[in-house]
């Protein structure tokens, strides 16, 4: 039986979200631009690069899926993590901090 003649919702019927969880060669660009060495993979501001990507993400996410409320409480984890990290390193590095919020453009 086609798909067309199960559905029973009242609207048309949409299609799922096109969002894709990070590339693993995305995920290598922004360590690459954001580490403080060669082999750094867990610095702060590695870390909030990749939680900025996976929130800006998310976003584009729900602008096309306004109801899906259980994913909207990972993203604001997600913000809240990154949150976190960013007040750690605003205490320990802070000119390290500037610099990371100004490349990445999150305080205006």
Do not use: C
Not at 5 to 24: E, I, N, V
Not at 39 to 62: C, E, K, M, W
Not at 77 to 90: D, E, I, K, S, T
Request: aromatic share 4%; hydrophobic share 30%; charged share 25%.
């Amino acid at each position: 039986m086609p798909d067309s003649q199960l559905w029973k919702g009242t609207g048309p019927r949409r299609a799922h979200s096109t969002a894709m969880p990070t590339s693993t060669a995305a995920k290598t660009t922004t360590i690459a631009a954001n580490r403080r060495h060669e082999h750094d993979t867990g610095s702060p501001q590695v870390q909030i690069a990749l939680l900025t990507q996976r929130i800006n993400t998310l976003q584009a996410h729900f602008k096309t899926n306004r109801k899906d409320h259980a994913g909207r409480r990972g993203l604001l984890l997600l913000v809240g993590q990154r949150n976190r990290l960013l007040r750690y390193l605003a205490r320990v590095d802070r000119t390290g901090y500037t610099d990371l919020i100004k490349k990445l453009g999150l305080r205006k």
